[in-house]
């Protein structure tokens, strides 16, 4: 079973409690949750108090992505607000093995994000840790960008990565995701799809989850 995961950054901030109630009745799986400083990336988005939304109406898995410096900081306040996965940026962490192993403690799926611009291959030591890598196909900190093609390629090294260490990580793509290059990600090993402006833009969001679940299952 493949994954969509529409991504909240992209939702009408003014009606979030029917965006979400949208989310819990469509066929996505997750819920995406970029947090943003202002600082790692050039933007600055959910907070605890839209998390604390979040927490109490959705109704399916919280997957947060921390697009933050010092992530460590953070933790135990995301562990608390009901991140069922976090996903921390490889580049943020600068001790990442034992950040990963915090974010397990706190009964927490541990993610891993790897930009653009990142190699693969930085992942090998830890890559059987962890329950999920965040590929991004964008450079993080605003929705509504371009894929980036050689993600493709990028999926298909990490997949072969993943099957020699016999990890069980989910391959996540988080940018530019849509209905044309949706079946060809997933052919080349990955397994969630984060999708923000294709699914909150269309003029039917529900229908859109629905067309893009079944290109993939």
Not at 97 to 113: E, F, P, S, W, Y
Not at 131 to 138: K, Y
């Amino acid at each position: 079973m493949n994954l969509i995961a529409p991504s909240m950054l992209a939702c009408d901030f003014g009606n979030l409690k029917s965006e979400i109630d949208m989310v819990n009745k469509s066929n996505a799986d997750w819920f995406h949750i970029d947090v943003m400083d202002g600082v790692f990336v050039p933007n600055i988005s959910f907070g605890t108090p839209i998390m604390k939304v979040l927490k109490e109406y959705a109704k399916k898995t919280l997957d947060v992505h921390l697009m933050i410096v010092n992530p460590d900081k953070y933790l135990e306040n995301f562990a608390e607000l009901g991140a069922d996965i976090l996903t921390v940026h490889f580049e943020a962490c600068t001790h990442l093995h034992r950040t990963v192993q915090r974010i397990k403690d706190l009964n927490m799926k541990a993610g891993v994000a790897i930009n653009p611009h990142t190699p693969v291959s930085l992942l090998k030591s830890i890559i059987s840790e962890l329950d999920l890598v965040c590929v991004m196909s964008v450079n993080p900190g605003f929705g509504g960008q371009s894929f980036i093609e050689n993600t493709y390629d990028k999926v298909q090294e990490l997949k072969s990565m993943i099957n020699d260490s016999g990890s069980n990580a989910i391959i996540e793509i988080d940018g530019g995701v849509n209905s044309n290059n949706a079946k060809k990600l997933i052919d080349c090993g990955a397994t969630a799809l984060v999708a923000g402006s294709f699914v909150f833009k269309s003029s039917n969001p529900t229908q859109t989850i629905s067309e893009l679940s079944s290109i993939i299952n």
